[in-house]
């Protein structure tokens, strides 16, 4: 069985602390939050050790800028925009990220309508597959909750290219689900 630690009883004396420089509470905020703060990194990031990377620069602007967080939402949430935004900038860095503009209507169908065995590994490397534009505006939409507006201003994009981003993520996730499922079952 697995042992989980219990987080402090009071975040904001843990987040006080640490803002003062405190390295047992930036430690103690560090491990609650890390195994968290990677998967949203690697959600965006193909190569583990990338994320890990960006994850530890995510943290060191977080302990840098403590003093910038108010207690007005949740020191999670917090946290994970600044993985989100370090994310993007890796990915900016690394590669020259491209988002197809197109001016075609995007109707409003459902595309959440395949049936699938896949497991959560599969869904990561489908995930990992897209084309990077693609992939960013799917994660921030599907997984990460921001909406098209947001997801405009973050990327400097606009909204109609984060909807039609999202469009084209989604088709190809369908296809590619509906291939795996097809040779795994042998049927249409």
Not at 52 to 75: C, D, I, Q, R, Y
Request: aromatic residues 10%; proline residues 2%.
């Amino acid at each position: 069985m697995k042992v989980i630690q219990l987080h402090h009883k009071n975040n904001t004396t843990l987040i006080k602390k640490a803002a003062k420089g405190k390295r047992d509470a930036q430690h103690t905020l560090f491990e609650i939050h890390a195994p968290k703060m990677l998967s949203i990194c690697r959600y965006y990031i193909k190569d583990i050790q990338n994320a890990e990377s960006v994850m530890l620069k995510g943290f060191f602007k977080a302990f840098t800028n403590l003093n910038k967080f108010k207690n007005e939402g949740s020191f999670e949430g917090w946290l994970r925009r600044i993985m989100v935004r370090e994310s993007i900038s890796f990915l900016r860095q690394e590669k020259n990220v491209e988002f197809s503009v197109e001016d075609e209507p995007i109707t409003q169908e459902q595309y959440n309508n395949v049936d699938s065995q896949i497991e959560v590994a599969q869904i990561q490397q489908l995930i990992d597959e897209l084309p990077e534009g693609y992939k960013m505006v799917f994660v921030m939409y599907a997984i990460e909750g921001y909406k098209h507006n947001e997801i405009a201003e973050i990327l400097n994009i606009s909204q109609g290219t984060s909807k039609s981003q999202l469009f084209k993520a989604r088709q190809m996730l369908q296809k590619k689900i509906k291939d795996i499922n097809k040779t795994s079952y042998g049927t249409n």
